[in-house]
């Protein structure tokens, strides 16, 4: 098989920008699951955001009014799932549903008259001579605006989340909202804070690909990104640093997958059986770290498995399959609930309170 | 200020006036809506409620009211078990494509041999495949305590790639120069899923549907395992001491859940889609949630909003071909009712009183 | 059965009713598979279908149901159709195929037209384009205004009709350039703008300076003007937004002429089932303006190779040519059958990679 053609510079590059709506969508929902509150609405504020974004950005010429808009259309949404969720009570669960239906019908009524209409550019922002740089110019000096506040927002998650009061205050709200209630925090108010910043997040990302990634409108056109991001924040285990390693994750594997097809890659089928040894390698070598005891059960189970792992690859050594695009397809999906299961390890779990409806009178 | 007092018992009156008075909203909110389209907001509401009813072709719509509702409720059933008792499952829409391709996988491979036995083959096989969906999610729940919501829902996405290399590959009819798509099941008697009585819509489906409300009802009216799923909902803890096996729940209720959907997947492709094909899916497994939820996941409940809401999208059809509204308008007034729908809810187990302080 | 029955007599009896007013008014439907605004494949039946209402005016009234999901939904949406009185409907998607000939069954009296299937009944014709005659010219195009001699391809589905563009436009690139070499990335989807324009930056990024795409959206041409240098061409709608660079031509769906012809057709009682494939000849197929960005020889040339597909002068597919496997495809000078090419399930020789199976 033949790789040459594929650049890992360019690649990461690549995978940056595909992974932007991905993360600042995550990034937000983050915030509303750490407040404890599930909002699966996450599709329709991307695609109202998108929707708000483009119309704006057209309208007035300034990709960053667009941006501006978006995430107030994204915010807007979300008060009405707030409204819903925080003040009449509603089943979470079902509101975000519903309200991903509303979003895409309200979006494709917006956007009827921006068929065919194309944005003011978002340009990358000009860093000089860093952009020259060998390696680093490509990956982190040759992006637009929104690549930046969204790493940038990371960081800023991170530290909220961490270190300061108004973070603890949030945190605290989500662990147990009954004993954050007792200590007379506004539970309420710091949920519907953060839904509408969460909103406004999903927004942006949405805008991100209507402005930016693809550049354009048109109905549904986020396309299952908003689950995806629902999908990060659990892969992170609600962990700042660890969305940002999930959406280039899964940017990488879309952005892989469509690489490898167009260099006409070709799968070693002995891989599969190198991974098997090493997922066992991988189990056995983090129970001993642990300290933990194997069963002998366990012990026979690992060895088999090892070993026909090792088997299958002498077996099959030098054999190549064309890649399966449905296969490659469903990769994202399938890796994510390897790491789901993995993290399942960790002790870091979901906020106390996700998901759960609040009355202060309970 | 208006405040919100939890009632100690849910009102009954309210119970039942919340959902019509619900719809009166959304009738309200939505002929706005119309209105501002340049629609006569009358004329559409009445296109969505009152003709499919009623309406000059209501012979051929209330049949096509029951094709339409029977999956909703069906999934919405199983679902509605496992939410009582806190396990999410998501990914319903998964295990209604997998049901559907192991059921028409199973019809297909005795192609074109005509024997009694195939449909009800079709039948267990369909079931079989969601139930194995499901358990993906169960075993991982249960061996590792992995979010079932996550996995559920990937696994959607996971079996929409499976659906499309099954139209693609495997399934593929090959007397359809090349295109995607299997076979037409409607056209192969033995495995077709046609009406019980002509003219009625009723098919396999519709009467299973029926048979899971009964069943469901039921179960958790009388059953032992109806109260434990209860009991696990509300107080988990509890439930525990009580010795409740939560583990062996888990797989009970996505177990069900799973079947039911694949049923609901099988019963579709061999009945009203009639082949695999790659768009074979339309989001009934995503609905059914929201039907879950507007009937309380209570299964009388369930059968109701499964009507109410197969009533909106034929009626909003039949507006969309008769009145030229964009498809979008459509969603949103669904969109609205949801909304509305989940809104009054909050009378039925809370007191609207005005008061001085503010409330948290 | 009787529900055929009850609905036929409806049907008859809404006929007899609307014959009355069918003197001034004859009522056209149309069944969409995408939302009218998608740019590409609805939206060229969408113009088709305004054409309709702006060439008979008062004489006809058209109506429209969009995103319908195939299957289950597609039926009933064609059945409320004729229901309602439609004296003549198109169903514009592949997967409407035994949908529109279930519900054709029960109104004898309604004509159907499917578009792009291969099953017809006394009142159900079928319609489609042969796009390959405009792949056949963007090859051309293609193989003379590479430098890096890679061309990248994004494919939706294998299915017979994306290979026949496959192969018509490699071999009219080797032609003119024997070093070409194809890219082909599979996105399975017909329309998804993220993914597509992913799939056309991967592309660029692995050295291809023309995109050829067999997907509905915008969204390669944009990825296309970022990356500068690269060409690309309209598909099934004109584009002509992103004109003269990177799309330099197109190829366009004009089912006017055809909704006018079959429409009139109705009017006059002239309707009969019959099986259209059409190309460039009769305009069912265009090639947007082709921009000065190619070089005028090269766009003399590929006016010219238009012109004489449009007169039947040249097929697309003539031999010599062989299968990837190396085995005989056509001889010297023999031209493809069109069975053949409605069944295409195999690559021409030169091209690389397998069709996804």
Not at chain 1, 198 to 207: F, M, N, V
Not at chain 2, 72 to 93: D, K, T
Not at chain 2, 136 to 151: C, K, Q, S, W, Y
């Amino acid at each position: 098989m033949d790789l040459s053609s594929i650049d890992p510079v360019v690649l990461m590059a690549s995978v940056i920008v595909a992974s932007t709506p991905i993360l600042l969508a995550a990034l937000g929902e983050l915030v509303v699951e750490r407040a404890g509150v599930l909002n699966l609405g996450v599709e329709g504020m991307m695609i109202t955001g998108a929707i708000c974004g483009f119309a704006i950005a057209v309208n007035t010429g300034s990709p960053l009014l667009g941006f501006a808009a978006a995430a107030a259309g994204g915010a807007a949404l979300s008060l009405l799932f707030a409204l819903l969720t925080q003040f009449a009570l509603a089943n979470q669960v079902a509101s975000g549903l519903a309200l991903t239906l509303f979003g895409l019908g309200l979006s494709a009524l917006l956007g009827q008259g921006y068929v065919g209409v194309k944005p003011p550019p978002t340009a990358a922002l000009d860093f000089g001579p860093l952009t020259d740089l060998p390696v680093l110019g490509r990956v982190l000096f040759s992006h637009d605006l929104m690549v930046y506040v969204a790493l940038g927002l990371v960081a800023a998650v991170w530290g909220f989340l961490r270190f300061s009061r108004a973070g603890l205050i949030l945190r605290a709200v989500g662990e147990s909202h009954d004993a954050a209630h007792a200590l007379g925090y506004k539970v309420v108010r710091v949920r519907v804070l953060a839904i509408v910043f969460g909103g406004a997040c999903a927004g942006l990302g949405g805008a991100y690909i209507s402005l930016a990634r693809v550049p354009q409108w048109t109905e549904g056109m986020t396309a299952g990104a908003g689950w995806i991001a629902l999908a990060l924040v659990v892969f992170a285990s609600w962990k700042a640093g660890r969305v940002l390693l999930g959406a280039w994750l899964f940017g990488g594997v879309s952005v892989l997958q469509l690489n490898l097809q167009a260099a006409g890659a070709q799968f070693p089928v002995a891989s599969l059986g190198w991974i098997t040894l090493a997922a066992c390698a991988a189990y056995l070598g983090y129970v001993l770290w642990q300290r933990q005891e194997i069963s002998g059960r366990t012990r026979v189970i690992l060895g088999v498995t090892a070993f026909a792992g090792a088997a299958f690859s002498y077996w099959r050594q030098g054999v190549y399959v064309p890649f399966q695009v449905e296969y490659l397809s469903m990769s994202p999906y399938l890796i994510t609930i390897v790491v789901l299961v993995i993290m399942s390890f960790d002790k870091s779990r979901a906020p106390g309170s996700l998901g759960r409806i609040f009355h202060a009178s309970q | 200020m208006l405040r919100l007092e939890h009632r100690p018992q849910p009102s009954a009156r309210w119970t039942w006036l919340a959902p019509p008075l619900a719809v009166l909203i959304t009738m309200i909110a939505g002929g706005a809506l119309f209105a501002a389209l340049g629609k006569n907001p009358v004329d559409t509401i009445r296109t969505i409620f009152w003709d499919p009813l009623f309406g000059e072709f209501a012979f051929y719509y209330r049949p096509q009211l029951l094709v339409k509702a029977a999956p909703l409720i069906l999934i919405a059933i199983g679902l509605s078990l496992g939410f009582r008792a806190g396990i999410w499952n998501i990914g319903a829409e998964g295990q209604y494509i997998v049901g559907a391709i192991t059921g028409a996988g199973a019809g297909l491979a005795f192609y074109p041999l005509d024997a009694w036995f195939i449909f009800p083959l079709m039948i267990l096989a369909g079931a079989l495949g969601g139930f194995l969906w499901a358990m993906i999610p169960a075993v991982l729940r249960a061996r590792f305590g992995t979010n079932e919501i996550l996995v559920s829902l990937m696994l959607v996405y996971v079996a929409e790639q499976l659906l499309a290399k099954m139209a693609l590959g495997l399934l593929r009819n090959p007397e359809g120069r090349g295109f995607p798509g299997s076979r037409n099941l409607q056209q192969y008697a033995p495995a077709h899923n046609a009406e019980i009585i002509a003219n009625t819509g009723i098919h396999w489906g519709v009467l299973a549907a029926f048979i899971a409300v009964i069943f469901a009802y039921i179960l958790l009216a009388r059953h032992v395992l109806g109260y434990q799923i209860k009991l696990t909902g509300q107080a988990p803890r509890a439930a525990r001491f009580a010795g409740v096996n939560t583990e062996r729940l888990v797989f009970i209720c996505l177990g069900l859940s799973g079947a039911l959907a694949g049923l609901a997947g099988m019963f579709e492709v061999a009945g009203p889609a009639g082949q695999i094909s790659i768009e074979f899916n339309v989001g009934y497994g995503f609905t059914a949630i929201i039907v879950a939820f507007l009937g309380r996941l209570h299964p009388l409940g369930i059968q109701l909003a499964g009507l109410l809401m197969a009533l909106t999208y034929i009626g909003g059809e039949a507006a969309e071909s008769s009145l030229q509204l964009p498809a979008a308008a459509i969603q949103v007034f669904q969109g609205m009712l949801l909304f509305f729908l989940l809104a009054v809810d909050v009378l039925s187990n809370f007191r609207l009183r005005l008061s001085r302080t503010e409330a948290a | 059965m009787s529900v055929p029955r009850i609905l036929t007599s409806a049907a008859l009896a809404l006929g007899l009713a609307s014959a009355a007013v069918a003197q001034e008014k004859t009522k056209v439907g149309f069944i969409y598979v995408g939302p009218v605004g998608d740019g590409g494949w609805t939206y060229e039946h969408d113009q088709g279908r305004l054409a309709v209402e702006e060439h008979f005016g008062d004489a006809v009234e058209t109506v429209y149901q969009e995103s319908v999901p195939e299957g289950t939904d597609a039926e009933r949406a064609i059945t409320q159709m004729a229901l309602q009185g439609a004296d003549l409907i198109f169903t514009t998607s592949f997967g409407f195929m035994d949908p529109t000939l279930n519900v054709a069954g029960k109104f004898p009296d309604v004509k159907f037209e499917h578009a792009t299937g291969y099953k017809t009944a006394p009142n159900v014709s079928t319609y489609s384009a042969r796009f390959y005659e405009g792949r056949a010219i963007q090859g051309h195009i293609a193989g003379k205004m590479t430098k890096s001699n890679v061309i990248g391809y994004i494919a939706s589905y294998p299915i017979p009709e994306v290979i026949r563009g496959i192969n018509a436009a490699y071999i009219h690139a080797r032609k003119v350039n024997p070093d070409i070499e194809f890219k082909i990335i599979w996105v399975y989807t017909w329309f998804d703008p993220a993914k597509e324009a992913d799939a056309a930056t991967a592309l660029i990024e692995q050295g291809a300076d023309v995109i050829l795409q067999h997907t509905d959206s915008t969204a390669p041409q944009s990825a296309a003007e970022k990356a500068e240098g690269v060409i690309t061409f309209g598909q099934a709608s004109d584009m002509a937004e992103y004109a003269p660079l990177p799309r330099v031509s197109s190829i366009i769906d004009n089912w006017a002429p055809y909704y006018i012809d079959r429409t009139q057709a109705v009017i006059d009682g002239n309707w009969e089932s019959r099986q259209t494939w059409d190309g460039i000849g009769p305009g069912m197929v265009e090639i947007g303006e082709i921009t000065d960005a190619v070089p005028a020889d090269v766009k003399a040339e590929a006016l010219a190779m238009k012109e004489a597909i449009a007169a039947g002068d040249y097929h697309p597919f003539t031999g010599p040519l062989k299968k990837q496997d190396g085995s005989d495809w056509l001889a010297e000078g023999e031209t493809a059958d069109d069975g053949t090419l409605l069944g295409m399930n195999f690559y021409v020789e030169g091209l690389t990679g397998e069709i996804p199976q």
